[in-house]
């Protein structure tokens, strides 16, 4: 287990952290991208583009530069140093994540390319009203007639569902297990209406009436395993976003109480909160262990191994997180409550994040439906 | 308010007017002044009692704040003046205390006011003014000597809203909401007979208000019915594979914990009010601020978990399939962050159990 980087992903965080740094160092720059739709900067996205790293998990035959999963984490890490709000995650890891896996050959060169060169944004519909991060469709169904298929019923939220050019949809399968389609936005049968999220991102309901939609891979196999695979890895992602994020929080709140005066001295003067401190520090260094190594994981490849390194990463993510954003605001004081200042919503995105593809209390129910079947865990037995 | 969901003004004005109508909008002020007398413990179940109903409780500005103040430290005049509208809401009032560099270290504030002819010449900013924007009335801490111990220096200033050279600027929180502001005062002309108390006197007024506002300010009524309506939408929200959410063992679990904990605090309260004496707020009051806002932000926490995927969906309008509620979670949540700041922070109140108490 190697946690280093070597020298060329050495260059691609100081690329990314460059690039990124300089849209978004100064809060303020954020607060104005998030203000209008589509809640991004597109102009940054094409700058993404235009450095790689929107084709980055992708193949080379697909239009993409076949990086690891470090490197993709990499880009998470320092997007979540900013929170940068350009859809990385859901677009490019977990939209283009899908194509990747289930498309054919044509399929994934044609939306990859064009979602590589910036110049398509995927949005995976997926989720459900009522039901809860699982992997399969229920509400929306597909049907078959002859070779065309179509789409109806609901999906909410949908992240970036209303900015999207091209929509990757899950839908029950008539003959059972669910299957996934490209569908066109402005496909007759599509409505969506978009709508802020709380952290300055955006979400949409996207309703399918009879919508046209083409089989991404295979007509009518059910992709289920596929989708938890993808799902899986981009929940390590977000948790490589989260840490970036928490990084921030902790070095904003040293800062502060090294700075900010009451009773005639800095706030650094009281044990009281530096221990806090010293304590958020703890939690940052253990989601960053669990994180590198569920990164490391999905290198090796292993869907089961995926899946379990996912759900112990993201429980110490949710854990982790929700420590370090509440004492982060608890130890600015109010200034931390402010839309002005960075901190809430640095709080308020790691919160979208933890509720994205499944909370703590998520994976500890998934985790403790197999706690019978071994006895010590090891890091280097998954 | 059952829902979670923000009151207008015009709704909280009315719930306490009709209050006030049947005379229990201020029933702990003295009698004389249109209370009934009623001690800390009547005042607290009577308080807990309003919360379960899902009553907006009377403005505490007015009602546990200023009121009381006014009824102990002001003048026949002022008594007169303020006191009726001030149950009944005629006068919305702001608390104008805190400043950007006067937080817990409240003593520090900068707000000066000088004598000049018949009126107090007042300059400087307030910050954190809860609900400025329909404060009629903002009872203000101003420095009136700078030469003497920083408490010794402050009075207590009544100030009309509408006086020339006073601006109110809306500060944006974190769920979105608008619910602060900062007060500025540019030679701000106020009367000399809004003084309340005496002369320098404000610190002794300001812990006497904070005293105060110790009673009721662990919310145990509203956390109890929030928690118990987590429990009913937890029994009716699916978890997506055929059962509830009550159905999970954690999500049992979890409310249990919360449940027991606030049973604790209940009784606690209980025994603190019961053994107030003399308005002198007994020691464990502090152990109320602490837990109680825990608990309430714990309690909000919960319903974001339960809210699940559909908790991010907080800036979907009417035509969205997800629950108002879960919709709404979020940024109340993150709203409630402040409990744990606000009236003391909760380190402030760890400082006050450590020294006065554990005598450490
Ligand atoms: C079972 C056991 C085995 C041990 N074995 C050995 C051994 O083999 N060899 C050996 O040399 N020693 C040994 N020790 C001693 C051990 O290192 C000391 O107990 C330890 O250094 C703490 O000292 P103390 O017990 O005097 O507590 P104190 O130093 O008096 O501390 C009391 C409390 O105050 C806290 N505290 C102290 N200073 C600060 C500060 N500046 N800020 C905040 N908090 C503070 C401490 O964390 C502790 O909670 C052993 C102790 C135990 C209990
Ligand atoms: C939503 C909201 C509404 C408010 N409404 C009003 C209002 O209507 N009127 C009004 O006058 N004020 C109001 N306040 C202000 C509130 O009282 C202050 O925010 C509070 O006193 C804390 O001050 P501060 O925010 O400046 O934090 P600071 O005092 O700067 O504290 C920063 C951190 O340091 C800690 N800390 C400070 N001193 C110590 C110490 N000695 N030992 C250990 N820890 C310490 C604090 O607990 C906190 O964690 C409101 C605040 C908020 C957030």
């Excluded at chain 1, 998030?34 to 583009?49: H, T």
């Excluded at chain 1, 596929?226 to 490589?240: E, F, K, L, P, W």
């Excluded at chain 1, 112990?312 to 509440?326: F, N």
């Excluded at chain 2, 699940?308 to 969906?313: D, H």
């Amino acid at each position: 287990m190697d946690f280093t980087y070597d020298d060329e992903q050495e260059a691609l965080r100081d690329a990314v952290r460059g690039l990124v740094g300089k849209a978004y160092h100064d809060y303020e720059q954020r607060r104005q991208a998030v203000k209008e739709d589509p809640g991004f900067s597109e102009q940054q996205w094409a700058r993404l583009a235009e450095m790689g790293v929107l084709g980055l998990p992708f193949a080379e035959e697909d239009g993409g530069v076949g990086a690891g999963p470090t490197e993709i984490g990499i880009v998470c890490q320092e997007l979540g140093r900013t929170i940068a709000p350009e859809p990385f995650l859901a677009s490019v890891v977990l939209a283009g994540g899908l194509v990747s896996a289930a498309g054919t050959p044509e399929q994934r060169a044609e939306v990859l390319g064009a979602l590589a060169a910036g110049e398509r944004l995927l949005a995976f519909a997926h989720d459900e009203p009522g039901r809860r991060w699982g992997a399969s469709a229920e509400q929306v169904t597909a049907s078959a007639d002859g070779d065309s298929w179509s789409l109806t019923g609901v999906k909410e939220p949908v992240p970036h569902g209303a900015r999207a050019d091209l929509l990757v949809v899950s839908a029950a399968l008539p003959e059972g297990g669910t299957g996934l389609f490209l569908v066109q936005p402005d496909a007759d049968g599509v409505t969506r209406e978009g709508y802020a999220t709380y952290d300055g991102g955006r979400a949409a309901k996207v309703a399918f009436d009879g919508a046209a939609a083409t089989p991404l891979g295979e007509a009518g196999l059910d992709v289920t395993a596929s989708i938890a695979t993808v799902q899986d890895i981009t929940r390590v992602m977000a948790g490589n976003q989260a840490l970036g994020a928490m990084q921030t929080l902790l070095k904003a709140t040293t800062d502060y109480l090294k700075t900010r005066k009451q009773f005639g001295v800095t706030l650094n003067t009281f044990q009281a909160l530096n221990f806090r401190a010293a304590d958020m520090y703890t939690s940052l260094e253990l989601t960053h262990s669990l994180v590198a190594w569920a990164t490391m994981v999905i290198a090796a490849g292993d869907p089961d191994e995926v899946a379990e390194a996912a759900a112990r990463a993201s429980l110490q993510v949710s854990r982790g997180g929700r420590h370090v954003g509440q004492e982060a605001i608890q130890l600015h004081g109010g200034i931390a409550m402010t839309a002005e200042y960075s901190v809430g919503m640095f709080v308020a995105h790691l919160t979208a994040l933890d509720h994205l593809l499944g909370d703590g209390n998520h994976q500890v129910r998934v985790l403790s439906t197999k706690v019978a079947d071994y006895d010590a865990l090891d890091p280097l037995d998954v | 308010m059952i829902e979670g969901r923000e009151l207008t003004k015009e709704q909280i004005v009315e719930a306490q007017q009709t209050l006030n109508a049947a005379g229990l909008a201020v029933p702990h002020w003295p009698e004389e002044y249109g209370g009934r007398g009623w001690t800390d413990l009547q005042r607290h179940i009577w308080l807990e009692e309003l919360q379960r109903a899902g009553v907006p409780t009377p403005l505490a500005f007015n009602a546990s704040m200023i009121g009381p103040v006014i009824a102990h430290f002001g003048t026949e005049e002022q008594k007169k003046e303020f006191l009726p509208k001030t149950a009944n809401l005629d006068i919305w009032w702001s608390q104008g205390f805190s400043e950007p560099d006067a937080g817990s270290d409240l003593a520090s504030l900068r707000t000066t006011a000088v004598k000049d002819g018949d009126d107090w010449v007042v300059n400087g900013q307030k910050a954190w003014t809860t609900l400025g924007q329909f404060g009629d009335w903002i009872f203000t801490l101003v420095r009136t000597d700078p030469d003497v111990k920083k408490q010794a220096g402050i009075s207590m200033l009544l100030i009309d809203m509408t006086s020339p050279g006073l601006e109110v600027r809306p500060v944006q929180l974190i769920d979105g909401s608008y619910e602060v502001n900062e007060v500025w005062f540019d030679d701000v002309r106020v009367p000399a007979d809004n003084l309340v108390g005496e002369l320098n006197g404000g610190w002794t007024i300001a812990k006497f208000l904070l005293g105060n506002e110790r009673v009721g300010v662990a919310p145990v009524g509203s956390t109890k019915r929030i928690l118990a309506r987590a429990k009913d939408l937890a029994k009716e929200t699916s978890d997506g594979e055929g059962g509830t959410l009550l159905d999970d063992p954690l999500v049992r679990a979890r409310i249990v914990e919360l449940e027991n904990e606030l049973l604790a605090l209940e009784l606690t309260a209980l025994r603190v009010v019961a053994h107030s004496a003399d308005g002198e707020p007994h020691p464990a009051s502090s152990v109320l601020k602490l837990k109680g806002t825990e608990l309430q932000q714990a309690v909000s926490e919960l319903m974001v978990d339960l809210a699940g995927p559909a908790s991010v969906a907080s800036g979907a309008g009417d035509a969205s399939d997800l629950a108002e509620w879960a919709r709404i979670s979020t940024p109340t949540y993150l709203n409630l962050r402040k409990a744990s700041i606000y009236g003391g922070s909760n380190e402030i109140q760890r400082q006050i159990i450590s020294r006065t108490i554990l005598g450490l």
